[in-house]
């Protein structure tokens, strides 16, 4: 007869790291919609003006259209200033209170713009209104390196960054019904409440750090602390700030995030355009044609961020959609005199590309810089988009006063696009999944 000694134990440690791999997937449950639902509370408050001034703003305010434009740039230059010192913070103090700062702030600041009359106390809420926001994507990528790894990095951007598309969809339907209900000035009012209301829900569900969370186990959070502690073991030291700012990749970054930023202007500014023609012809479903891009934008980010993590490639996610972008921006604008559904094709391919590699391309830096720098260069990148953002403001509407056309300014976006795709892939990234020359568990040695 066999005794219970004839047959062998259990792996004790395969049942303890499938308990640890089961509990650490909750990250993705607590974590990720948290940060989806506050960047797309942020979209909303933010591209909503759009929708404010095609409204008549400007003509219930009585302010010239000059003025008009000028609200909707300061809003970039209050997004653009304040992004350093709001990731500093994060890093520093806390990302989870940050956010939750900001998320009371600019749901004040949006419902106040449908309530302040007079121009220049409208042209400092819009200003504040841009402070507000600059601090929630540098604080929540700083808070995603604090809960997930190298090798989840893309889907987490991914997921936190498809709040922009994704709030386009259902922005456009939403903010249009309310205007035509309660007018636009209580759609400001309406449209801010949200997110005050979910700073609360953010800050009774979001920790900075996995051992602060209940619902984490002491052994899951130092499993997970190993690992992004063996991460760090692959960066170079950096003192500080200044020497980061002259790492040769973060200044290629910061150039290559601006001309990308300013031919994502020429989608949002072409797509509106596109369609308008579109409806001229008599084609009754404009309003819906408006969010297919968006969807293709969605479906390829998250394909992209998850082939980006499973290869550990982030250049090759990045510049082909890029560059495939801008030559699509440009074939949209070239056809859309002969044949509106080629040009709307190209717009397709031009939305969906010129989205795509948002999730890689913010991997990149917590993969060359250690985390005491990496949290405030992502936001002197993000703060160099904003100024993109700008820039093709200007420039296209400065092109198209000089040459009569607005065929010099999207050539121009067109050029932009194809040029911040060249410039990834000529820079040096992290190699491929360096991290399996780590020794196992680095407290040891």
Same mark, same amino acid.
């Given at each position: ?11 004790? $440690? ?6 640890? !791999? ?54 970039? $230059? ?6 350093? /010192? ?22 004040? $600041? ?12 409208l ?21 995603l ?15 936190? $960054? ?47 750090h /996995? ?6 186990? /002491? ?91 499973r ?42 590309a ?5 999730? /890689?391309?913010?991997a ?11 949290? !405030?260069?992502t ?8 100024l993109?953002?700008f820039?093709?403001?200007?420039l296209?509407?400065?092109? !198209? ?45």
């Amino acid at each position: 007869m066999k005794s219970t000694a004839d047959y062998p134990e259990p792996n004790i $440690l395969d049942i303890d790291g499938v308990r640890t !791999e089961k509990v650490l997937r909750k990250r993705w449950l607590y974590i990720l919609p948290s940060v989806f639902v506050t960047y797309s509370l942020a979209y909303l408050d933010r591209a909503n003006y759009g929708f404010g001034a095609a409204a008549g703003l400007a003509k219930t305010l009585n302010i010239s259209g000059s003025r008009s434009a000028l609200l909707a740039a300061l809003f970039f $230059l209050g997004y653009f200033l304040f992004q350093i /010192p709001g990731a500093a913070f994060a890093r520093r103090k806390s990302a989870r209170f940050l956010v939750f700062f900001a998320l009371v702030s600019w749901g004040t $600041l949006a419902s106040l713009t449908g309530v302040i009359r007079n121009f220049w106390m409208l042209a400092l809420d819009r200003l504040l209104l841009g402070a507000a926001e600059s601090f929630i994507l540098p604080a929540m990528l700083i808070l995603l390196t604090n809960w997930f790894t190298r090798a989840e990095r893309s889907r987490t951007n991914t997921l936190l $960054l498809l709040g922009n598309p994704v709030t386009v969809v259902w922005m456009s339907l939403a903010t249009g019904y309310l205007i035509k209900a309660v007018g636009w000035q209580m759609t400001f009012v309406l449209e801010g409440i949200p997110s005050i209301l979910w700073g609360f829900a953010w800050l009774f569900v979001i920790r900075d750090h /996995p051992h602060q969370a209940p619902w984490l186990s /002491p052994d899951s959070c130092s499993v997970l602390k190993d690992r992004l502690e063996r991460e760090q073991w692959l960066l170079p030291k950096v003192a500080n700030l200044t020497s980061a700012m002259r790492h040769p990749s973060v200044i290629l970054l910061t150039v290559q995030y601006f001309f990308w930023s300013l031919g994502v202007y020429g989608f949002v500014l072409w797509l509106p355009s596109v369609i308008q023609k579109g409806a001229s012809k008599g084609i009754a479903i404009t309003g819906l044609l408006s969010g297919v891009p968006y969807v293709f934008a969605i479906l390829l980010m998250l394909l992209v961020g998850h082939f980006s993590d499973r290869s550990f490639r982030r250049k090759r996610f990045i510049w082909p959609f890029l560059i495939l972008s801008g030559f699509a921006l440009l074939g949209s604008y070239l056809t859309a005199g002969e044949s509106f559904w080629w040009s709307y094709g190209f717009l397709i391919v031009a939305g969906a590309a010129m989205y795509a590699p948002y999730g /890689p391309f913010f991997a990149i830096i917590p993969e060359i810089l250690p985390k005491n720098v990496a949290g !405030e260069i992502t936001a002197l990148v993000n703060s160099c988009g904003a100024l993109g953002a700008f820039a093709g403001t200007w420039l296209v509407g400065l092109l !198209e006063a000089r040459t009569g056309n607005s065929r010099a300014g999207f050539l121009l976006m067109s050029i932009s696009l194809v040029l911040s795709g060249a410039i990834i892939y000529c820079m040096r990234t992290a190699s491929n999944n360096t991290l399996s020359t780590l020794p196992e568990n680095p407290r040891n040695d």
